[in-house]
């Protein structure tokens, strides 16, 4: 076999750690939420980002160019790249490959040696050998020196030595892997959890094409390139909107590491930031971010001030007005990032607050120099944003006093519950007049409240602040709510720990759960980051056999109870349209019982992905919304947010 420089650079290392490492694996198996957080369904799927993030890394040290990644029917996962391929010879002091030290051994951190930038941080980069530890078996395949190679393991257990299976001239590593059903809650892999996610690696990769497909649904097969990395990401943002200028885009190697910066402005008033260091979505933030509002707010009045748009006697723009309309994308990586905060979703590094500054004060000035006409358009749009900011605290001030919520009295239409401590209660938001009949005559009146909602609610995309509480539904629901909005939010007034959507499981349904969703992302994200959102879950089917009644909640539990009956039990069938076909007990029993009924609690990036859905939905130009709509009449079914 082919000795490589980088084997015998590696192999000294991992003599010493022989012994701990046989514990380290009992370990994972022992203690798996101490390595991949928890056993649920997240759990499950950072196996997924734990080998795909290794196929990103050897994509971005500009060895792989395609990843494919494929649900298999058997409930197997598999990922395949096309780089260099694990090295599989024999290193002298372990005895073992370097294939079965990866597969085999933990490493703390997950990171041993090879210099570069690394998918790893918070979760991620625990390492493979995680992966196979909690796993039934895991096959491995490695494509190099025209040989086909492989190893099977059991649990993180070499099942034989790695073997030659063939020839072939394909060159990389394929990992097929079977998760634990012992140590899982669900090895059931969720499409558009992966999808959603490799869709974000996409764009951060540039040039690699990325594409899943899902073995267990005929003609589900999505694959990504981005010529552009983050500038297709922004383009992708945008794309429903109406834009000021072009796309700002900069890549710069500095000695603290690789920046990369793309933005354009819109004709909104949402400002969209998303920031990533190593791939990681830093949904906190960080130094980089610091680093790139002061200089852009640096650059912009610096602009404004040379060209004389802003005169002597003008106030420097604010930061907020800079950002309004704004879509950004920062992306960092660097060889030692510090993750900080509750969730490591926060860039610690202090460097990077001055690298990612000096990157974009200077290429962002050239920039508005070089195009003045877009120059123009921004500064444009942040002197409106300015002037607007202080129109609208006037009219919010107005609304406010008028006592549009404070001192307003619970809307007419709320049936409240009777218990007085938040903690106890749950608001249930439910769609239409008739659900919402059913919903109050099934609930546990004590710490049930029932709040029905009409149709769709609002467009709150292109509304500012005061026009959305003129909205009666919204503003029904805000009163309900009790924490106020904008500058007198205060979650101290949450009258319900538990806020429950529940709509009908049809298009009309995901609609409005997505309004729903994108006005607590953009106005009360403090209640979804805290985890007071959920999404209730309601049978799709009832199953009659004779007197005994049966809910499926999925196609697949349908499928099971109909293969649990005996050969000739006649049975029936109902497919609910929507929760208004439920009477109050079926609705209480399936639905609402807090010791029977399962609730989704929303996640911050449940929310996110609502409102990029939403953003196509209701964005400013019709068409796109048409092709969407279009594109995705049929799918738009199983929209899982
Ligand atoms: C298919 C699923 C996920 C990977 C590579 C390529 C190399 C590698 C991976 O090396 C061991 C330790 C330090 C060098 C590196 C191949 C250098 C030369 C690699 C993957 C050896 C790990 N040739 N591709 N690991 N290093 N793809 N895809 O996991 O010294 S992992």
Known sequence: MVDTK??????????????????????????????????????LHHLVWEIVDNAIDESMA??????????????????????????????????????ETVLTILHAGGKFGDGGY???????????????????KLVAEVYRDGNVYMQEYKKGDAVAEVKVMGKTEKQGTKILFYPDDGIFDTVVFDFNTILARLRQQAYLTKAVQISLLDEREEGRKYSFYFEGGIKSYVEHLNKSKENIGGIFYIEKTMPEGVVEISLQYNNTFQETIYTFAN??????????????????????????RKFEVLKEKDDNLLA????????????????????????????????MRTAVEAVFNEAFNQYLEENPNDARGVIGKCLLASRARLAARAARDTVIRKGALEGMTLPGKLADCSNKDPANCELFVVEGDSAGGSAK????????????????????????????????????LIIAIGVGIGESFDIEKLRYHKIVIMTDADVDGAHIRTLILTLFYRYFKKLIEDGYIYIAQSPLYKVAVGKSLKYAYNDKEKEDILAGLSKDAKYSIQRYKGLGEMNPEQLWETTMDPEKRLLLRVTIDDAERADAVF???????????????????????????
């Open 6 to 43: 980088e084997n015998k650079k590696s192999s000294g290392n991992y003599g010493a750690d022989q012994i701990q490492v046989l514990e380290g694996l009992a370990a994972v198996r022992k203690r798996p939420g101490m390595y991949i957080g928890s056993t649920d369904v997240t759990g």
């Open 62 to 99: 500009g060895f792989c160019n395609n990843i494919s990644i494929i649900i298999h029917a058997d409930g197997a996962l598999s990922v395949e790249d096309d780089g260099r391929g694990i090295p599989v010879d024999k290193q002298k002091q372990t005895g073992k490959s370097a294939l």
């Open 118 to 136: 690394k998918v790893s941080g918070g979760l991620h980069g625990v390492g493979v050998s995680v992966v196979n530890a909690l796993s039934t």
């Open 279 to 304: 791939n990681i979505h830093t949904v906190d933030g960080g130094s980089h971010l610091t680093g790139f509002k002061a200089a852009l707010t640096r650059t912009i009045n610096a602009y404004a």
């Open 320 to 351: 907020d007005d800079v950002r309004e309309g704004l879509t950004a994308v920062l992306s960092v990586k660097l060889a030692d990032p510090q993750f900080e905060g509750q969730t490591k979703a926060k860039l610690g590094n202090a460097e």
């Open 441 to 476: 005559q099934g609930r546990n009146r004590d710490i049930q409240a029932i709040l029905p909602l009409k149709g769709k609610i609002l467009n709150v995309e292109q509304s500012r602040l005061d026009k959305i509480l003129a909205n009666n539904e919204v503003k029904s």
């Open 615 to 641: 953003d196509t939905l209701m964005g400013a130009e019709v068409l796109p919304r048409k092709k969407f709509i279009q594109a995705y009449a049929k799918k738009v079914k199983n929209l899982d947010i």
